[in-house]
């Protein structure tokens, strides 16, 4: 019986071993494993002078262990994940602020306005001006025919507004972006406010000419729509609105 008793214990000592093993690789989880070590052997040690069975012990001892390792291993990951997560969620809000902070810049700028001193209002009115030559005869010419809105006040209204935006002649100054000059020589406590009204000269009308184009049902995916509606939110003109009647 003294080679079963020794084997016994060989058996054991191979489960102990394992134990400590598995208590070292949770030190990589948390910071008092060492504490929850010494536990274990304060046990063993109880369970050396009692009659209980050892292999029962031992092996209640290692799943336990390798349970607490299961765990923090997925708190770890979890918070890996949700680390990753809100990484990417940031790295998102960054794109986002990016764009709106730069989406103008990629329209052409005004020769009206110094894009030093009103780098947004330059664009804005370089953008307008793009829209005017690349799609508003076209679509004026669409909505008079096709939609049966020749003489409608809505685009009457529209063709006038346009004319004071984007003057006929190239060489001749918007009226907002000239008064805005005058008080940057003259008035410079009101540049602030020229500056605001030549910025809701034009968002009034591209809000009036998307509102119109989609009471129509008009495509929008069509050019025309797509650049109202790009220059809208590029230059988050969207509250910009003129007042309801």
């Known amino acids: ?3 079963f008793k020794k084997d016994q214990e060989e058996i054991h000592k191979g489960k102990v ?22 536990g274990f052997y304060q046990r063993y040690k109880d369970m050396l002078r009692s009659t209980l069975d050892m292999d029962t ?4 001892e290692y799943k336990h262990i390798q ?16 680390h990753l997560r809100k990484q990417q969620a940031q790295s998102v809000l960054n794109a986002e602020i990016d764009r ?21 209002l330059s664009h804005l009115y370089g953008a307008i001006q793009q829209f005017e030559s690349m799609h508003w005869y076209r679509l004026l010419h669409q909505l008079r025919t096709k939609y049966a809105l020749l003489g409608s ?11 004071k935006i984007v003057p006929q002649q190239s060489s001749q100054e918007p009226q907002a ?30 809000n009036d000419v998307k509102n119109l184009l989609e009471s129509v049902n008009f495509p929008t995916e069509s050019d025309a ?6 220059m809208i939110q590029d230059f988050r003109l969207n509250h910009i609105k003129r007042a309801a009647h």
Not at 100 to 120: H, M, Q, R, T
Not at 183 to 203: D, F, G, H, L
Not at 225 to 230: A, S
């Open 100 to 120: 709106l902070a730069n989406g103008y810049k990629g329209y052409p700028i005004s020769p009206f306005v110094a894009v030093s001193d009103f780098p947004e």
């Open 225 to 230: 729509y797509i650049m109202i509606y790009k």
């Open 67 to 82: 349970d607490l390792i299961q765990q923090y291993q997925k708190k770890k990951q979890d918070a890996q994940e949700a």
């Open 57 to 60: 012990f031992l092996d209640g």
């Open 17 to 38: 071993a394992m134990i400590y093993q598995e208590y070292a690789n949770l030190r990589n989880y948390i910071g008092n494993a060492k504490e929850l070590e010494e």
């Open 1 to 3: 019986m003294a080679w």
């Open 177 to 206: 972006l000239l008064l805005l000059n005058q008080s940057i020589r003259n008035q410079p406590s009101m540049v602030e406010q020229y500056a605001m009204e030549a910025m809701k000269e034009v968002a009034f009308f591209v």
């Open 153 to 163: 006040n809505i685009l009457v209204e529209l063709e006038q507004e346009i004319t």
